[in-house]
């Protein structure tokens, strides 16, 4: 079936420092790719959906700035959080849409930490 | 807009118990029903999905049944396991953006 890799899993990083997570499908293209955010005990919060070759598109009072989203490749979407804040630490979720059927694959998350 | 509304938790069961989650939607169209299973710590997986009215959805002993007439998609299981224990949402995909509508989750626990 289709597998997303979502790397890292976990990391650790300064406050004021960028930190950029990976999301790789695998053995299909993803035409389209989401990132959610995901606080402890609650569910998934959209950040921006994004398609591959164009701008990423926000969901409301997400910071465009602050979370870049760059989808290359039909196989490859990255979200860089930028001069990372305590108050980013979450847990962060990527899903990649595959282009035939109507199926969602999900990224195993990744932890942020920052200290 | 889309929602979805799903009965919220926790939900502690003994083993073989039969377990029932609640998940209503508000949608324009016709959208496709899934239920995501969350183990801690890790992204989400597909438990089963269904595109259509009258479609019954199912994986691993889960059911759910696609209705229409009373637009709800409940997950069922006749006798859930200690490993069944875990977070399932409840999420509607349609429209054109793709969007995924995620309920708010439901906490199972299943003791031994």
């Known amino acids: 079936g289709a597998v997303v890799s979502q790397h890292p899993s976990w990391v650790i990083c300064k406050s004021g420092t960028s930190v950029k997570i990976e999301c790789r499908s695998l053995?299909?293209?993803?035409?389209?790719m989401f990132w959610y955010r995901q606080f402890p005990k609650q569910s998934l919060m959209l950040m921006a959906t994004?398609?591959?070759?164009?701008?990423?598109?926000?969901e409301q009072g997400v910071e465009k700035d602050k979370f870049l989203i760059n989808h290359a490749s039909l196989t490859l979407s990255t979200l860089t959080v930028t001069s990372a804040h305590p108050e980013d630490s979450s847990f962060y979720i990527c899903?990649?849409?595959?282009?035939?059927?109507?199926?969602?694959?999900f990224g195993s998350g990744t932890r942020l930490t920052v200290v | 807009g889309n929602s979805v509304t799903q009965m919220e938790g926790p939900v502690t069961l003994s083993e073989e118990a039969f377990l029932t989650i609640n998940c209503t939607y508000t949608?324009?169209?016709?959208?496709?029903l899934f239920w995501y299973v969350q183990y801690p710590g890790e992204g989400l997986q597909l438990l089963l999905k269904?595109?259509?009215?009258?479609d019954k959805g199912s994986n691993k002993g889960f059911e759910a049944t696609y209705r229409k007439e009373t637009t709800s998609f409940h997950l069922e299981k006749g006798s859930v396991q200690v490993s069944d224990s875990a977070v399932y949402f409840c999420?509607?995909?349609?429209?054109?953006?793709?969007?995924?509508?995620f309920g708010k989750g439901t906490l199972l626990t299943v003791n031994p």
């Open positions: 899903s990649a849409r595959d282009a035939p059927g109507y199926g969602y694959t």
């Open positions: 053995d299909f293209q993803a035409t389209t």
């Open positions: 994004s398609n591959e070759g164009s701008k990423a598109t926000y």
């Open positions: 949608a324009t169209g016709y959208p496709s």
């Open positions: 269904a595109t259509k009215a009258d």
């Open positions: 999420a509607l995909g349609g429209g054109s953006n793709y969007k995924l509508t």
